[in-house]
């Protein structure tokens, strides 16, 4: 499928963004330590497909380890609407939450692939062994 601009928001809808997206492309779930407390669960495109509606003023941002990535989230009411950075091997990308997706169905995120990654162990080319949680 062709990508299509999808829209997004965070729960008190300050945060709005549109992406560019393949909404039948495989999404990403990653047992490393934030990912698992969020829960989590991205869709990955290149910078130039995200398209922040909202004042950067209104995201407060958290880095944590090696600071490749920006896990910016609403000052407001907390949601981490996506992630952003550059990781060495991976290049340039934005994550949004497919949570966040305001026009997807949940029939249509319930059918959506899911790859799994296993970031605890830096070991991304194969998924972790217990995947349930996530």
């Given at each position: 499928?062709?990508?299509?601009?999808?829209?997004?928001?965070?729960?008190?809808?300050?945060?709005?963004?549109?992406?560019?997206?393949?909404?039948?492309?495989?999404?990403?779930?990653?047992?490393?330590?934030?990912?698992?407390?969020?829960?989590?669960?991205?869709?990955?495109?290149?910078?130039?497909?995200?398209?922040?509606?909202?004042?950067?003023?209104?995201?407060?941002?958290?880095?944590?380890?090696?600071?490749?990535?920006h896990w910016p989230f609403c000052?407001?009411?907390?949601?981490?609407?996506?992630?952003?950075?550059?990781?060495?091997?991976?290049?340039?990308?934005?994550?949004?939450?497919?949570?966040?997706?305001?026009?997807?169905?949940?029939?249509?995120?319930?059918?959506?692939?899911?790859?799994?990654?296993?970031?605890?162990?830096?070991?991304?080319?194969?998924p972790p062994a217990v995947t349930?949680?996530?």
């Open positions: 499928m062709a990508a299509h601009t999808r829209t997004g928001s965070c729960h008190c809808g300050r945060i709005r963004f549109e992406v560019d997206l393949d909404a039948d492309a495989p999404t990403g779930k990653c047992n490393c330590s934030i990912c698992s407390k969020l829960r989590h669960w991205g869709a990955a495109v290149k910078p130039d497909a995200f398209r922040l509606l909202s004042d950067e003023a209104d995201l407060t941002d958290y880095q944590f380890g090696a600071h490749h990535v000052r407001i009411c907390g949601t981490h609407v996506f992630s952003r950075g550059e990781i060495p091997g991976f290049g340039a990308f934005v994550s949004v939450s497919v949570a966040c997706l305001d026009d997807l169905t949940p029939e249509h995120k319930a059918a959506l692939p899911v790859r799994f990654a296993n970031g605890r162990d830096d070991d991304w080319g194969h349930g949680h996530l």
